[in-house]
């Protein structure tokens, strides 16, 4: 009886080994058909612990969150339990069939392969509005809005969108990442460079929120019609209150991860009026000033002068070209060069445009540069104006005269003479020199050429005394262990006063200084750190109980002050606390 008692015992524990060496890896799905602004889980699940876990690269979607790993390892009625699991949420990029495909992990030198899933994503559905539910809460108290200043401007005038994130004072946001960027076809555009983030109180819909601008462009369309401004998508990680309360009443919260969308805008462009649109009209659109000017109006032949077109004002000064200068061909001209000045801000840009020519002229006469015109569009009005300049006349004093002309003025022809020039017309510039050194120096055997050679051979001795420090201190691995943490509770300790005023990443970076500091005096892990053990162990350093009791209450705070409300000056006492509870603990502790 007692054999086959033993036989039955054998068997079993047989057939739960082998039960147990069977490798299983598998993938799991939260759903097989989702909405476009629904999230999907993804589970990969092994009974076995593995190596080298490779995902597959989520085609159509984009990780949102994760990989989140967890491990459970039990035993029940001596049968051994363990799942090993990596989690992924992902939002759909696009409606589709899509397939995860295959992610794989080694196993004792083998690979195993999950079986493919299908997925279905539709268009967008209704979820249900369940006050309790953090999705339907954030999804009511978060919203990306595009504000366009003018949606039905002429053509080359300035337009600006300004994408402002609005959140309700019961929710907040700790992060956001950029899914979607817009694109502006058929604009010319430029981003406002923006000095931080501002946060800002007002109304969304009647009610009061808090804002702030993540973008400001403006936008000068380039063509007549319809045009789309694609939308600016964010995920972000938002943090909604739930219906647990902590010790002291206050609401908990907790985190859920939400895309937010400006949407499409859709901008229609008028055309500029073809009434009174002068010939030489080149597409210059707003408020401007014209103005044409020489550097000089009386000069000797084979002298430069010059001559200067410029428009200034408020438009599209980058989007049109300036009219040319007309001069007289006995002028050498050459080609202008093109300047800039022009700022760009939300009432569009500002400044001025300018083209300089160089002319110079080569025989003895007056010379007329005749009047030019500019013409532009003028918003205010919506009418074409035309500004012209005044004729410049230059004098040339002295020079050869053009045997050509029978007069002292030059008139303006469209064919072009050789231009006959002095062999002295650029005699001052110089082609050669015959420079040399007044005192010549030599690098060999200086006391810097003898410093050189020997230091190489002085440094050997430093170096190896300075390697076998290195070496003794990197075999100190305990000790090196403790500097390391002593050194991060010191950094979070300054990354906290620096967070002053900023309750949440305040209370972060204290909590991460007092567990480093913890870990570097009591020489415990982080997983050790229960207020017990930590209480515990600076009783057995002959800690007093009034700096442990302070210790564990400053540790306590950085737990709840991120969900109650908190003055600076409240913080300003935490750190100040934290400060002198930690020097207190260094001279106490043995």
Known sequence: MKFKKHISILILMLVTSFAFSQVKFEAK?????????????????????????????????TVVGGPNQSVSNSWINGVRSYKKTYSYFLAPKKQGNFIISQATISV?????????IKVLVTAAVDKPKDPNNPDYIASENIHLVAEVSKTDPYLNEAITVVYKLYVSPNTGVNNWREIDSPRYNDFWSQNINMKGLKQENGTYKGEDYRYVILRKTVLYPQKTGKLNIEPLSLDLTVQ??????????????????????????????KPLPEKGKPIDFTGAVGDFNF??????????????????????????????????????????????????????????????????????PQYKGKYPIPSISFSYFDLKTESYKRLSSDEIIIDVL??????????????????????????DQFAFIKTKTNFSSINSSYFFKTPLFWSVLLLPFLAIPLAIVIRKKKASRDADVYGNKIRKAD???????????????????????????LHNYLKAKLHIETSDLSKDKVVSLLKDRQVNDNAISDFVSIIKNCELARYTPITNVEMQQDYEKAAKTILLIDKQAR
């Open 29 to 61: 799905v939260s759903k097989k058909k989702l909405g476009i602004n629904e999230r999907l889980r993804v589970d990969f699940e092994m009974n076995q612990d593995g190596d080298n876990f490779n995902p597959p690269n989520f085609n159509g979607f």
């Open 240 to 269: 909604v209150p739930t219906n647990r309360r902590d010790i002291f009443g206050s609401r908990l919260m907790t985190r859920v991860n939400r895309t937010v969308s400006a949407g499409n805008k859709t901008i229609n462009v």
């Open 398 to 423: 002295d020079g050869p005269l053009n045997n050509d002309s029978n007069t002292n003025v030059t008139s303006v022809n469209s064919g072009k003479q050789r231009v006959v020039l002095n062999n």
């Open 108 to 116: 004792d030198g083998e690979t195993y392969k999950t079986s493919p």
């Open 291 to 360: 103005n044409v000017s020489a550097s000089k109006t009386e000069l000797d032949a084979s002298e430069s002068l010059q001559v200067k077109v410029g428009v200034s004002g408020k438009g599209n000064l980058k989007l049109f070209k300036l009219p040319k200068v007309s001069l007289p061909s006995s002028l050498e001209v050459y080609e202008p060069e093109h300047t800039e000045n022009v700022k760009t801000n939300l009432a569009g840009m500002q400044g001025s445009i300018s083209d300089s020519y160089t002319v110079v």
């Open 487 to 513: 050194k991060l509770a010191k950094k979070y300790l300054s990354n906290a006063k620096k967070a002053l005023g900023k309750k949440e990443a305040f209370y972060i970076a204290l909590e991460k200084a």
